[in-house]
């Protein structure tokens, strides 16, 4: 059972120009969505999170937006940069008791120059 | 060590063999994450270890996988009689614990295993 699916494997975008990577789940409960990226050979590293209680969260050329009625997130890049190129990993958690976090499939992202 | 530890960093290891993989968590974290990534596949929960509690196992593939952890030190996950499907990397992270920003995990560089 996927709770959290990314169902684009892998998106390719020009330098300059916006990445949206999106994220869907099925789990009503959980209360917190993480972005992880993960370059080759390397653990993947936090990005950015939102709380279930807010629709919009930003630091600096990231942007996180959740649309909990859709059961939808997505992560903005803008603007894109080569150096971005990764591939990046949605996550949620329950934050009651001892809840893991659950992880997609990740989308690989190519921004070309 | 500031971050997460992994060893090997890589293991080529022949069909039928066991093998063990280290993990050395953050000092502090209570909660400790095994996960693998197949060649071309998404971030695959194996186990979860938190604190004192009983470990969720229900990612552990088949009865071939096991994992275990000293208190809230070191973790070792060990695969018997390997086979060539258990080629992956295993990504191992850890963070403090409960409540939200303390569940924000830290990965290790993984173990680059390979069965042949």
């Known amino acids: 059972d996927q709770q959290v699916k990314q169902n684009s494997p892998s998106l390719s975008v020009q330098e300059g120009r916006i990445s949206i990577l999106n994220c869907d789940y099925t789990n009503s409960m959980f209360d917190y969505f993480l972005w992880y990226k993960k370059y080759p050979a390397e653990g993947p590293t936090f990005l950015i999170s939102i709380s279930s209680i807010k629709d919009k969260n930003e630091d600096g050329r990231f942007t996180v937006f959740l649309n909990k009625s859709a059961k939808h997130l997505s992560l903005h890049i803008v603007p894109s940069q080569p150096g971005d190129s990764a591939v990046y990993f949605c996550?949620?958690?329950?934050?009651?008791?001892?809840?893991?976090?659950?992880f997609g499939t990740g989308t690989r992202l190519l921004v070309s120059p | 060590g500031a971050g997460v530890s992994q060893s090997p960093s890589n293991k080529v290891t022949e069909k039928g063999k066991d093998v063990e993989l280290r993990c050395d968590p953050i000092s502090g974290h209570t909660a400790l994450y095994w996960y693998r990534q197949r060649l071309g596949q998404g971030l695959e929960f194996l186990i979860y270890f938190q604190g004192n509690s009983a470990p969720d196992k229900s990612g552990l593939p088949s009865d071939r996988f096991s994992a275990e952890r000293t208190g809230e030190s070191v973790s070792t996950l060990t695969i018997q009689r390997t086979q060539q499907e258990d080629s992956a990397v295993y990504l191992c992270?850890?963070?403090?614990?409960?409540?939200?920003?303390?569940?924000?995990?830290?990965f290790g560089q993984g173990t680059r295993l390979t069965v042949v």
């Open positions: 992270a850890s963070s403090l614990g409960q409540g939200f920003p303390n569940t924000e995990a830290f």
């Open positions: 996550a949620a958690l329950r934050d009651t008791g001892f809840q893991k976090l659950v």
